[in-house]
């Protein structure tokens, strides 16, 4: 970091530890009476998490001819020296708080952990101003549910960053399967076939570093003893912060497969089976992970590993559309998507990427929230299925691998993957006999009222849709 960054930083620093003295509350400027963006006048960007995903962002940004990076935001202190190095006449925050005070910012971008996206996104859609906010949008249900509200009443761009949406080859293949490319689709299957070590285990509350104001990062979350060594990125794999693989990685592939089953209501049920295995750490999300969503005439079926494992027709991370005529795969790396026939011969090859942050900064231009391509009602769409995987799972029963051999009987396509999951753990030395595995219910859903039906398990279940506040960081139930 130059001197002029160094100093600028510490002046921002000493006034927001100042402002940290007494509690803030949101001064939130009235949507409609934000300035209008003319299409050739430059975007004023704040980007809010500045240690992972975000300088990714600020790049994105920093790189487009519309936008400039005004402020970042980061309540650790030593996260920051990349971005502002990026951006060095950018003003850092350490509060979400204050940099929404600051009416001539135009959008946001999130990229904090995933307990703070739709608080995060809420507020500033109540300060007037535009977001794009990383995957998953939600922590839960009903906070997704609240930011598809609030991006509705006040009318502005809702950018959700599952970024296949705007890839070409995605785009194109998604559309060549609805029109019935390969016949009629009867499964579709989200593979996160993606390794994760141990995080390991210690002994008692750590310290979180000092250079952090933790209560801040918290938000609106639990604030609870910190008790793992790593207090950045293992939040993934705690429940009160994120959301396991199925909702990190995961969720990019729940909502391909989504899309192209072309599904835009909730499945009638959802089944999960999985566990934390191989190693015993301070994690509490399976690394291990199968879940069913029955919605009547499809499946959509995801699978979660992260021991060693080989790939799935061609994809460790992607999706297969099993179709009448063949399959269609989907890979990570979105720019290329594949159609075999039956026999496994490649048929249709679609290529070419997109831009995600510009297809955002366009729609803002133009101040037209319909112009993205990955919307606040799609991006809750797709993130709720991961959540509603996690009640299940969260709510099953502890038993061993070897006393479930019939768990979906004779039914098809997730009898053949729960098998070879099973497989898969034996291939990595667990023993069937040992191996302490959680098996759900299959728990109802109502898609109109996005609540468990009324059953075993549906109370317990229903609470799980959301949790519970802490003030002063409440998402609002009416926004």
């Not at 191989?278 to 590993?305: A, S």
């Amino acid at each position: 970091m130059n001197d002029v960054s160094r100093r600028k930083f510490l002046e921002q620093s000493m006034l927001a530890t100042a402002a940290a003295i007494v509690p803030v509350t949101p001064t939130m400027a009235v949507a409609s009476t934000r300035r209008s963006i003319s299409p050739n006048e430059i975007i004023r960007v704040g980007v809010i998490g500045v240690r992972g995903r975000g300088r990714a962002h600020v790049g994105a940004f920093k790189k487009s001819p519309d936008t400039q990076v005004v402020a970042i935001c980061d309540p650790d202190e030593s996260v920051i020296e990349g971005a502002m190095n990026a951006v060095p006449t950018a003003t850092y925050y350490r509060d979400i708080r204050k940099l929404l005070e600051d009416q001539s910012i135009d959008a946001i971008s999130i990229a904090t952990p995933n307990h703070w996206h739709s608080l995060a996104a809420i507020w500033a859609l109540q300060a007037g101003k535009h977001v794009y906010v990383e995957k998953p949008i939600s922590h839960n249900v009903l906070e997704g549910q609240k930011v598809v509200e609030a991006a509705k009443k006040y009318g502005k761009v809702v950018q959700h960053g599952t970024q296949a949406r705007s890839n070409e080859a995605t785009r194109e293949a998604i559309a060549w399967l609805h029109e019935g490319g390969l016949g009629k689709i009867s499964i579709a299957r989200g593979l996160c076939y993606k390794r994760r070590e141990s995080i390991g285990k210690v002994q008692g509350t750590q310290q979180p570093p000092t250079t952090l104001d933790y209560d801040l990062w918290t938000g609106p979350a639990q604030l609870l003893p910190l008790r793992r060594k790593q207090l950045h990125y293992d939040w993934h794999w705690v429940f009160n912060t994120g959301n396991g693989d199925i909702g990190n990685q995961g969720v990019h592939q729940m909502d391909i497969a989504r899309w192209g089953l072309n599904k835009t209501e909730f499945p009638k049920s959802i089944t999960s089976c999985g566990g934390r295995v191989g190693y015993d750490d301070d994690g509490e999300t399976p690394n291990t992970l199968m879940t069913v969503y029955d919605y009547g005439d499809q499946q959509l079926i995801f699978e979660v590993r992260g021991l060693k494992t080989s790939e799935y027709k061609t994809a460790h991370v992607g999706v297969i559309f099993h179709c009448e005529h063949g399959y269609l795969v989907s890979t990570s790396g979105y720019g290329k998507v594949v159609a075999f026939d039956l026999d496994g011969n490649i048929i249709r090859t679609f290529e070419g990427d997109g831009n995600h942050f510009q297809n955002f900064i366009d729609a803002v231009k133009n101040e037209d929230p319909s112009g993205v391509n990955a919307n606040a009602l799609e991006g809750h769409r797709s993130a709720a299925l991961c959540h509603l995987g996690n009640i299940s799972y969260r709510l099953g029963m502890q038993r061993t691998l070897s006393e479930i051999d019939e768990m979906f009987g004779d039914n098809g396509a997730p009898s053949e993957t729960f098998n070879r999951l099973k497989q898969h753990l034996i291939d990595n030395s667990l023993v069937p006999d040992e191996t302490p595995f959680t098996f759900g219910s299959a728990l109802r859903f109502n898609s109109k009222t996005q609540k468990f039906i009324s059953g075993f398990g549906s109370n317990e279940a229903n609470a799980l849709l959301t949790r519970p506040g802490r003030e002063p960081f409440i998402v609002p139930q009416q926004v």
